[in-house]
């Protein structure tokens, strides 16, 4: 990268491989369960992948609770290279970063007018302490809001890939079936095609509900209109996604702290031991897992051509 495009935030991630930006054009699509069962779905793709969460919906920040952080002791410590993520597992392969840790009461609002939230976009970006990641899974709010222009205003220079980085950010965009959350969704796919952001594809969440007792399939919010809408939008279509009770049951004991991070002392197991990655390990067992893991090794395989893509054109230039 030349001097010219070099930034604090550019530096910083430079140890980053790959950046996933996850959008959706309205709220309760389930975006941020989303983000966390991407990135705990490209954690089984390879051993040894390490992945970063940053939270971005500064308002409404649910990650921590999401992952099992939402608790005593589970907060951001400075050091002297930056902010440390809290991790979710003893081998630290996923790291979290949310305005949750930084709060001094969890149930406090969030009160900012645009310029504060991008001081706080701009520190997460260019303070945090990732190390070496394979991906950084960025979940942000809904809509196309100054979270978003921000988030996009400083990553700006890796958008110029150079051949020791080929990859730039790209985007997985969230939607459920009904043509209210469609009509939302194509809003988000026009804003990335304003800011020229590349997108993997798109996921279709809530894709029907599977009864836990017969098998059978209820399409409540409709079905197939997330793949229509990525058919007519030209983008990739990642996969269908039904509500799952095992996810919702293990969602909701993570919340309440009974599925902690295996880092923290709340992780030790009745004999004393600790689980490796507890959250992983139980979130394997559920059927959402097996959904996630097709849409996963989707969006690698996405990045992986347009890594080649790209390299190819930079060595003809």
């Known amino acids: 990268m030349s001097d010219a495009l070099e930034t604090p935030v550019s530096r910083r991630l430079a140890s980053v491989k790959n950046i996933i930006i996850v959008i959706s054009g ?7 369960s989303s983000s966390v069962q991407l990135a705990l779905s490209l954690l089984n793709q390879a051993p040894g992948t390490r992945v970063g969460l940053l939270d971005l919906d500064l308002t409404g920040p649910s990650l921590p609770r999401m992952v099992g952080l939402d608790i005593p002791g589970a907060t951001v410590h400075q050091s002297s290279a930056g902010w440390v993520p809290v991790y979710v597992d003893r081998e630290r392969r996923l790291g979290v970063m949310s305005i949750g840790f930084l709060l001094k009461d969890r149930g406090d609002s969030i009160v900012w007018r645009g310029p504060k939230k991008d001081g706080m976009i701009r520190q997460f970006l260019s303070e945090v302490r990732w190390g070496e990641l394979d991906y950084l899974v960025i979940d942000t709010p809904p809509g196309t809001s100054d979270e978003h222009i921000s988030l996009l205003t ?29 009509n939302d969704t194509l809003k988000s796919i026009s804003f990335t ?115 080649a893509t790209i390299a190819v054109r930079l060595t003809t230039v």
Not at 26 to 32: A, I, L
Not at 196 to 221: H, K, Q, R, T, W
Not at 295 to 306: F, K, L
Request: one cysteine or more; a negative charge; aromatic letters at 4%.
């Open 26 to 32: 309205k709220g309760g699509v389930g975006k941020s």
């Open 193 to 307: 095609r304003k800011l020229a952001l590349p997108v993997l594809g798109l996921v279709e969440n809530m894709a029907g509900y599977v009864c836990p007792c017969c098998d059978e399939i209820s399409d409540l919010f409709g079905s197939g209109g997330g793949e229509r809408l990525a058919e007519e939008q030209g983008i990739g279509f990642l996969g269908r996604v039904p509500i799952d009770t095992q996810l919702v049951k293990l969602l909701d004991a993570v919340s309440k702290g009974e599925i902690p991070g295996a880092d923290t002392d709340q992780g030790k197991e009745a004999d004393g031991s600790k689980d490796e990655f507890p959250l992983l390990d139980k979130y394997n067992a559920t059927t959402s897992s097996k959904v996630w893991s097709g849409i996963a090794a989707r969006v690698v395989e996405e990045i992986e051509t347009r890594r």
């Open 154 to 182: 400083h990553l700006h220079p890796l958008f110029t890939p150079t051949p020791e980085r080929p990859t730039t950010p790209s985007a997985v965009v969230i939607t459920t079936p009904q043509q209210t959350a469609l």
